[in-house]
């Protein structure tokens, strides 16, 4: 069966850091594209990161210089650093396995969840206060 699990969310001050790891299962995890999605507040879902199988790294605008995707193939976990941290960072955040040309959509998670099936985890939230 095919799961991504997320930890690692939490509040934190802005300037703060968090690291959200994805632990998945149930899939062949070296040979996939592996992201992170979050819901925007006009309701579009963004995909901050993604890592495809050979290491090759995309990210949004928004989070570049920021925010770190890495991938551990032997563990097949995919983890998120998040450093200097804004409040407009706060959101749920989804482990997800995207194609490979994935990008921002404006589709709510929702429909992105339901694209990607199984391949979408529950969410961790992120909060940053000011």
């Known amino acids: 069966v095919v799961q991504l699990v997320e930890s690692g969310g939490g509040s934190v001050q802005a300037g703060g850091s968090l690291s959200l790891t994805c632990t998945a299962s149930?899939?062949?995890?070296?040979?996939?594209?592996m992201g992170w999605y979050r819901q925007t507040p006009v309701n579009r879902c963004e995909l901050v990161a993604s890592?495809?199988?050979?290491?090759?790294?995309y990210y949004a605008d928004s989070v570049k210089g920021r925010f770190t995707i890495s991938r551990d193939n032997a563990k097949i976990t995919v983890v998120l650093q998040m450093n200097s941290l804004k409040p407009e960072d706060t959101s749920m955040y989804y482990c997800?396995?995207?194609?490979?040309?994935?990008?921002?959509?404006?589709?709510?998670?929702?429909?992105?969840?339901?694209?990607?099936?199984?391949?979408w985890g529950q969410g961790t939230q992120v909060t940053v206060s000011s």
């Open positions: 149930g899939f062949n995890f070296d040979d996939v594209n």
């Open positions: 997800a396995a995207p194609p490979s040309t994935a990008r921002s959509t404006t589709d709510t998670c929702t429909a992105v969840a339901l694209a990607l099936g199984n391949f």
């Open positions: 890592m495809s199988s050979d290491g090759w790294a």
